[in-house]
């Protein structure tokens, strides 16, 4: 008898928790997912497809909190990032006035350069969507090879991209400002006060903003450096500042 031949062409697909059928469905329709697959009995399946994959839900253990957001994951692998936020962005902001960047559901904030971003859905499943060119390892602390505020930016983007954790990076840019704004170069900077303005607005801390945009104005800089300061935040609509350095209330609705 001739032994079964494994062969390479396995399809997986993993099966997040559903903690609701009618706000999964709600949500994810909202941002264009069509529903291929709907079952509630006798137990929950759904399957949901967006451009060309697909996510599929089923009943979630008695344990399941989705305050917690660590109900389950799905890593979505693409050649260029911007394009799926700015596409997630716009259905949102079209179906909700808004986008959702506190809470749950949400999306969460897009700066130039960053190679991943997370949509955290109202079951808390997070679908993390990661450029494929993104470098292999990461340097958790700021790579070594950089000092000073360079280090810092490094680390607070590590810290907000990769572990969802603006508290953590808006802490580690405040003490770093602290420490190292004397002698440091005027973009590094402002490249960090434009950042701690982005997460605090993001966060809702914003004590600090107003002063932090006073500092960014009076900062001597080429217009190139204030535009590359200043590029995160308006792409990722934290909130609107003209390239003068001169700030515009943020509509009710930025993130």
């Excluded at 700015?86 to 079209?94: Q, S």
């Excluded at 990461?138 to 490094?154: C, F, H, I, V």
């Excluded at 605090?200 to 600090?208: I, Q, R, V």
């Amino acid at each position: 008898m001739t032994e079964a031949m494994v062969r390479a062409n396995e399809t997986t697909v993993p099966v997040m928790p559903c903690a609701s059928v009618e706000e999964t469905l709600e949500f994810y329709q909202a941002l264009g997912f069509g529903v291929a697959y709907r079952q509630t009995r006798p137990y929950i399946y759904l399957a949901l497809e967006w451009s060309g994959f697909a996510l599929h839900f089923g009943a979630p253990p008695e344990n399941v909190d989705p305050s917690r957001e660590d109900a389950g994951t799905c890593l979505v692998f693409v050649d260029a990032i911007a394009p799926y936020h700015a596409e997630l962005t716009r259905a949102m902001r079209a179906a909700y006035g808004k986008i959702l960047a506190k809470g749950r559901p949400r999306i969460t904030r897009f700066r130039p350069g960053a190679s991943r971003f997370t949509l955290v859905d109202p079951s808390g499943n997070s679908i993390i969507f990661i450029q494929r060119d993104e470098p292999a390892q990461l340097e958790y602390g700021g790579s070594k090879n950089l000092t000073g505020l360079a280090k810092a930016l490094d680390n607070a983007r590590i810290l907000s991209e990769f572990k969802n954790d603006d508290h953590a990076a808006l802490r580690v840019l405040t003490t770093a400002l602290r420490r190292h704004e004397t002698g440091s170069p005027p973009a590094d900077v402002a490249r960090t006060l434009a950042t701690l303005i982005g997460l605090a607005t993001a966060l809702d801390d914003t004590g600090g903003v107003e002063e932090w945009h006073r500092r960014l104005t009076a900062l001597d800089l080429t217009d190139s450096e204030r535009r590359h300061a200043l590029e995160g935040l308006s792409n990722a609509e934290d909130l609107r500042m003209r390239r003068t350095g001169t700030t515009e209330a943020p509509a009710a609705d930025t993130p």
